[in-house]
Every structure is written in structure tokens, then in C-alpha cells.
């Protein structure tokens, strides 16, 4: 997640299996497999405890260390140790409660919308600072009235809509969402952008945040911290005495690049200074 200003937010952690014979397998094909079995449980806890874990060897950049945003499960949400479970990983690993996001599905926190905002508010209280993303908001099946009394702190706009913003019946969703997100008082990050307009729309419509390959593909997580580093190099001359001399002499160029993520990022980094200094 990128703001506004080119700062990197936070790194969304996915799981990826590399198995031995079948190459790449898909989480699409792996986590359904680990619902129906329970096997969630065990591997869960491992990818929050190891996101956590590698978390902490990012470099710290202008004194602030990005944040680390895990996905929870349906079935790992409703659990009733999961709170004891994310308090033994933030034990084990050391990491600063303040420095977590735990992104949940509207439809996750809707089976059971009483004891969803217990949990929430009990993660939030035994862990201060910890933040709750609703993940790929407007897809899901939310009830308005809920929503104002859930702990969360972020809505995720689902990539659906972003990748069809050109639509539009898609961008009067997308606005009323903002509007929604604002209204509510909650930070809005606007998920899988890829293009030039679509990041200078949510820059325009007040988002917080942003992410998707515009800014980086995925990467895998012995890459992230040289990924921070260059990003914070890129965002640091970006915001110096040279700044303007260098986007004027170094036009963007969103298309049809072959960049690996580094280039990626500190292109966007100057982008998003560029359309703030626009405003
Ligand atoms: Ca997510």
C-alpha cells in the first residue's frame, strides 16, 4: 500500500506454494482445499506468525517501518483462539501491535455481526494500534447499519470495480463507496490499480492508500526488503531540491514497460508527487 505522498504504507503478505513436482500452485486452488479440511488452522497461524516474522527485518525508512497486512480467513476469524493466536505471533516475533493490519471479507464479519465486533474490539484493546481492513469492499453482502459500529479502520475497494472504472455505472459505485468510507470516517485504499488514470482518480477522490502492480508485482519475500529500500531512495529524492528538475527531465512513462518492481515503485513514487504538486 502506497500513499498519497509515494510513502510505502504497508506490503500485503500472500501465500504462494511452490510444491517440489507441480510447480506453482494457486492459493485459488490450495485455500479452499485448507477450509474444508481445517488444515486452515495450522497454516494460518504459521503465515501470520511468518509475516510477522519477516516484517520485522524491513528496513525502517524516515524512522517509520511499513506495516505488514494479513488476510483472515473466515474460518480463522471465527475461531475462538484467535486472538490468543495473533498475541503468541506478536510475542514470538516482537513486532509493534501498531505496525499490523488484519484484513477480513464483509462477508466474513456479516455471518455472525455481534461476535464480529466483540472480536474485533477484544483484538483492539489486548493489542492498541492494530488496524482492521474490510477487504474487497462492495462485493460482499453488508448491512449499512453494522458497518457504523464495527472497529475497522480501513475499506478496501475491490478490484473489480477498480479495473472497471472506465464503466460508468462501476465509477458511480467506486464514488458512492468513497463517499461511504468518508462519511464513516474510515481510510480508503484502492485495491489492483494499474494505470496512470485509475491512481490519478483515487489521488483526485481522496483515497488514502493504494495498491497493485501499477506499483509492484508481487514479489517474493527475500525481495522485500531491497524493494522498501529503493522506494524509500526514489521517495526521498522525489521530495528534494532536485525533484522537478528530475520528473521534468525523466517524463513517466506508464506504458507497455517491462521495469521490474523496483522501477516500478519509484515511478510511481514521482507520479503520485506529481499529481499532488498538480492539485
Ligand atoms: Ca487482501
Given at each position: 500500500m502506497v500513499s498519497e505522498s509515494g510513502a510505502t504504507l504497508a506490503m500485503e503478505a500472500l501465500l504462494r506454494w511452490n510444491h517440489p513436482t507441480q510447480g506453482q500452485?494457486?492459493?485459488?486452488r490450495f485455500i479452499p482445499v485448507?477450509?474444508?479440511t481445517g488444515m486452515i488452522m495450522p497454516l494460518g497461524s504459521w503465515a501470520i506468525e511468518t509475516a510477522f516474522r519477516q516484517a520485522q527485518l524491513w528496513p525502517v525508512i524516515d524512522g517509520v517501518a511499513p506495516a505488514v497486512s494479513v488476510n483472515l480467513s473466515a474460518r480463522q476469524f471465527e475461531r475462538s483462539d484467535l486472538v490468543e493466536s495473533i498475541g503468541s505471533a506478536i510475542g514470538r516475533t516482537g513486532?509493534?501491535?501498531?505496525r499490523i493490519i488484519l484484513?477480513?471479507?464483509?462477508?466474513?464479519?456479516?455471518?455472525?455481526?455481534e461476535r464480529s465486533i466483540q472480536t474485533l474490539q477484544t483484538l483492539k484493546n489486548r493489542?492498541?494500534?492494530?488496524s482492521v481492513a474490510i477487504d474487497d469492499f462492495g462485493t460482499g453482502y453488508s448491512s449499512l447499519s453494522y458497518l457504523t459500529r464495527l472497529p475497522v479502520d480501513i475499506l478496501k475497494i475491490d478490484i473489480s470495480f477498480v479495473s472497471r472504472l472506465a464503466e460508468a455505472g462501476h465509477e458511480k459505485i467506486v464514488r458512492a463507496i468513497i463517499n461511504l468510507g468518508h462519511s464513516l470516517g474510515l481510510r480508503l485504499v484502492a485495491e489492483g490499480v494499474e494505470t496512470e488514470e485509475q491512481l490519478r482518480y483515487f489521488v483526485?477522490?481522496?483515497?488514502?492508500?493504494?495498491?497493485?502492480h501499477y506499483f509492484s508485482v508481487p514479489v517474493v519475500a527475500e525481495a522485500v526488503g531491497a524493494l522498501l529500500s529503493s522506494a524509500g531512495d526514489s521517495a526521498a529524492a522525489a521530495g528534494g531540491p532536485g525533484a522537478a528538475q528530475d520528473r521534468s527531465g525523466n517524463p513517466v512513462d506508464?506504458?507497455?514497460s517491462v521495469d521490474g518492481p523496483a522501477e516500478h515503485s519509484s515511478r510511481a513514487n514521482r507520479l503520485i508527487r506529481g499529481a499532488s504538486a498538480a492539485q
Open positions: 500452485i494457486p492459493p485459488s485448507a477450509e474444508e513486532i509493534d501491535p501498531a484484513e477480513i471479507t464483509e462477508t466474513c464479519v456479516m455471518n455472525s455481526p493489542f492498541p494500534g492494530l483526485d477522490n481522496g483515497c488514502y492508500a493504494f495498491q497493485g506508464a506504458a507497455g
